[in-house]
């Protein structure tokens, strides 16, 4: 995928400061970013929006970031 067709990123991190980092760089860079503070959060994001790249944080409460990848990549709106 050319990063020029990259719009939407959804970043999943449980620490405040990283999620404002993140989000702030990626909107000076023209994308339109949502956040999530753990996995459950990003799952309900999910059903609503659609992604083009996830940046996701390996240790998080409820869902670590391994896990939800997995449940991701097995979302059927993933596919494609």
Do not use: Q, W
Not at 34 to 59: C, H, K, M, N, Q
Request: with cysteine.
């Amino acid at each position: 995928m050319d990063t020029k067709e990259i719009k939407k990123i959804l970043v999943v991190d449980n620490n405040p400061v990283i999620l404002r980092l993140m989000s702030h760089m990626l909107e000076d860079m023209g994308y339109e970013v949502y956040t999530a503070v753990d996995g459950l959060d990003a799952l309900e994001i999910l059903s609503g929006f659609l992604p083009d790249v996830i940046f996701v944080d390996l240790v998080m409460p409820k869902i670590n970031g391994e896990k939800l990848c997995r449940v991701v990549r097995g979302l059927p709106e993933m596919e494609g």
